[in-house]
Structures are given as structure tokens and as C-alpha cells.
């Protein structure tokens, strides 16, 4: 069965750059989140989309974007990186809640950002 | 303020053995509450849901409890095994959102 897809699966950046993260949820999954776990943590949720709109606001830095697309893909933005931003981000996905309202998250296998 | 709190930071078993891990919530009311397992660098992957108004859910080995009132989960794993080695987080929606806030986890380790 297809799961969730992160890109790219590792990235190192320098201090202030930009980096990129994708994830394509499973099919027909219309909502997104994203989760950023730093070392020895539990993930820390970001943000989240329904429908392509954003749906809830965690604790992202005004520096990250984020959006879903057309075809459900999400993708997080990062400008400005700082050391403190290397992490372990994840994405995860769930099914509509018309059709089960069980809430269960898909995660992906994440993407490690390592700022140097 | 919001806190989820799980009984410790690791816990070890010896095989064969039940393991019982614990999560606590404070100032949450969840219609249902999650456990996930993460194994290391991996994404956390589901395993239960039981809902507000269920007291107890089992499936093969695992058995969760959830008390409303005392604000806590219980998670089961009976005849633990080395393979069960892992962190299990639980999970809860926040009170404002959609959004899922997870419990620092516990490292359980099962020894053979």
C-alpha cells in the first residue's frame, strides 16, 4: 500500500539558507501535517492543511512557510535556517473525517535537516 | 497550561513480561486518545485509538485503558519481546485545532 512520501529523505544546509521539504500524502488523504522532532524529543507539531487550506498553526517560526497544493502535496518552507532548526521533520496524513473518524496519522519517514 | 506527561523516560522489562506504560493529561479533554510506536529515526506508526467514552481497547498483545476522569491512559503489552523495544508516544487533539499533540514518550526496552 502507498504511504506517505518525504523529500528529500536528507539535507544539510549552512546558516541562513533556504531548504525545501516535500511531502505527498497518501492517496486520497486530504489532510496534512507536519511535525518537527529534534534529538531526544517528541515531535513538535508545525502546521496542518485540510483541503488545502491551513487548518491549525503550532508552534512554526514566522521564518517557515508552508502550503498544500492542488493535488494535496505539502510542501515547508525554511528561510533564515539556525543551527536549532536541525531536526527530524515528518509529515503524516489522515483519511477525510467523513469517512472514518478514527483520526489515525500516517507518518513518513521524514526528512533530517542537519544546519551547519 | 496543556500537559501531557508518560511514566518515564525508559523503562525496562524482561521478556515475557507485562509492560505498562502510562500517559497523563492535564487541562486537555480529548474525544480520543492515541498510542503510536517510533522506533529510531523512523516515523511513529499507529497502534490504538480508544475513544472518551471507551474504557478499555485491545488488539493481539496491546491493551489500553483511559480514565476521563483521572485524565490517563493506560498502555498494555503482555508477553512483552525484544522486538517491542521502542518508544511509544500517546497522543491526543488539542482542545483549539485538529492538530495532534504527542506525549514525550517512553523507551521501553525489552531485555531477552
Known amino acids: 500500500a502507498a504511504g506517505v512520501i518525504q523529500s528529500p529523505r536528507h539535507l544539510i544546509k549552512e546558516k541562513r539558507e533556504t531548504a525545501t521539504l516535500k511531502c505527498y500524502p497518501i492517496?486520497?488523504?486530504?489532510?496534512v501535517y507536519w511535525y518537527q522532532q529534534g534529538p531526544g524529543q517528541d515531535p513538535q507539531f508545525l502546521i496542518s492543511f485540510y483541503e488545502k487550506m491551513q487548518s491549525d498553526k503550532g508552534s512554526i517560526p514566522d521564518r517557515f512557510s508552508a502550503q498544500q497544493f492542488s493535488d494535496y502535496h505539502s510542501e515547508l518552507n525554511m528561510s533564515s535556517l539556525e543551527l536549532g532548526d536541525s531536526a527530524l521533520y515528518f509529515c503524516?496524513?489522515?483519511?477525510?473525517?467523513?469517512?472514518?473518524?478514527?483520526?489515525?496519522?500516517?507518518f513518513g519517514e521524514g526528512s533530517r535537516l542537519t544546519v551547519l | 497550561s496543556q500537559k501531557i506527561e508518560q511514566n518515564s523516560e525508559a523503562l525496562n522489562i524482561q521478556e515475557g513480561k507485562t509492560a505498562t506504560l502510562t500517559c497523563n493529561y492535564t487541562?486537555?479533554?480529548?474525544?480520543?486518545l492515541q498510542w503510536y510506536r517510533q522506533d529510531p529515526g523512523r516515523g511513529p506508526v499507529f497502534l490504538l485509538l480508544?475513544?472518551?467514552?471507551?474504557k478499555e481497547k485491545r488488539k493481539e498483545r496491546l491493551k489500553v485503558t483511559f480514565d476521563t476522569t483521572l485524565k490517563q491512559s493506560l498502555f498494555h503489552i503482555t508477553a512483552s519481546q525484544p522486538a517491542d523495544s521502542a518508544t511509544y508516544l500517546c497522543a491526543l487533539v488539542s482542545n483549539y485545532g485538529q492538530n495532534f499533540v504527542f506525549g514525550p514518550g517512553t523507551r521501553l526496552s525489552v531485555l531477552p
Open positions: 487541562n486537555y479533554s480529548p474525544a480520543y
Open positions: 503524516a496524513s489522515s483519511v477525510p473525517r467523513v469517512i472514518a473518524n478514527t483520526g489515525e496519522l500516517f
Open positions: 480508544i475513544r472518551e467514552n471507551e
Open positions: 492517496p486520497r488523504h486530504d489532510t
